[in-house]
């Protein structure tokens, strides 16, 4: 168990992960061997990669979960260093490090192979949160003990607090109902409802603000008796792997300043778009720079 004292813009808990991802020309057939045009290898993870877009945007921002002491933990600790998150929560040990597959396709649509081996989530003792506070908290429910612990812990419903809700299984389903902002992948939503609109009035009933992703399609909100819709900017897709997380990450943190709700929405529209526009999750994550121009190109 570890001890700390630190405070955070946006604090992020879930799951890390090391990507290799493949530009590939077609999806293979059966018994087909096929050429890469392309590898990128780079961390990932759902939390991982919202630590690391809220820290490249400028947020004092922290990652809790796990790396093996393989080379590809090795490789993900230095690159989320390097991107300026904060590692002092981050546990280390001898089961492997999540791996993916990554196999892209020209028109940017992707298909993944994960693989964990034996390692576990967390268990709730396995971090010590005391001394710990941040603005904001961001959970992917990859972690659910240690999340769980944590939201114990705070007890305290005006912290905001955001759900990565990625796919349905049991992490998300422990935590749905315990955020103020449910955002929700339309992966989700179809999984939860069957279609994005019934799952939308569905999980409003568990958070009193639901977001549910829906890629180029942009997005739909319930907050209170509040609806709406925002579209996506318009970009050239090349990849979309991390689009989701790079959304995740600049929500959290635009939480972090108070930001109102369109202006928000926008800002984290920005940067899943942006990701978009590079291979890989990890090199498509923009700078407040990036980030700023692309904003300020987007037609209100």
Not at 98 to 125: E, F
């Amino acid at each position: 168990m570890t001890s700390n004292h630190a405070s955070f813009d946006v604090l992020c808990l879930g799951h890390a992960s090391y990507d290799l991802v493949f530009s590939v020309p077609h999806h293979p057939a059966p018994d087909e061997k096929l050429f890469a045009d392309n590898l990128l290898g780079c961390g990932g993870g759902p939390a991982a990669n919202a630590a690391a877009t809220a820290a490249k945007l400028g947020f004092k921002t922290g990652f809790a979960g796990y790396l093996g002491r393989d080379v590809y933990g090795d490789s993900h600790l230095r690159e989320l260093t390097a991107s300026g998150v904060d590692t002092r929560l981050l546990v280390r040990g001898n089961s492997p490090t999540p791996l993916s597959a990554i196999l892209v396709k020209p028109d940017g649509k992707r298909a993944l192979l994960n693989y964990k081996g034996d390692t576990q989530a967390l268990a709730a003792d396995s971090l010590d949160f005391t001394g710990i506070t941040s603005k904001v908290l961001l959970f992917d429910g990859h972690e659910p003990h240690i999340s769980l612990a944590l939201l114990n812990k705070i007890n305290d419903s005006k912290l905001p607090t955001v759900l990565d809700a990625g796919s349905l299984h049991d992490g998300t389903r422990a935590l749905m109902d315990k955020v103020n902002y449910l955002v929700c992948s339309e992966k989700f939503a179809l999984q939860y409802a069957g279609d994005v609109q019934t799952a939308l009035a569905a999980l409003a009933t568990l958070s009193p603000a639901v977001v549910i992703t829906l890629g180029e399609h942009g997005l739909i909100w319930r907050r209170g008796l509040e609806t709406g819709k925002l579209a996506a900017p318009t970009v050239v897709a090349i990849d979309t792997t991390g689009a989701g997380d790079a959304f995740h990450g600049a929500f959290a943190a635009a939480l972090a300043t108070g930001m109102s709700w369109p202006d928000l929405l926008r800002y984290a529209s920005v940067a899943g778009a942006f990701c978009c526009t590079q291979l890989g999750a990890r090199p498509g994550l923009p700078d407040k720079q990036q980030h700023s121009r692309l904003l300020a190109n987007w037609p209100v």
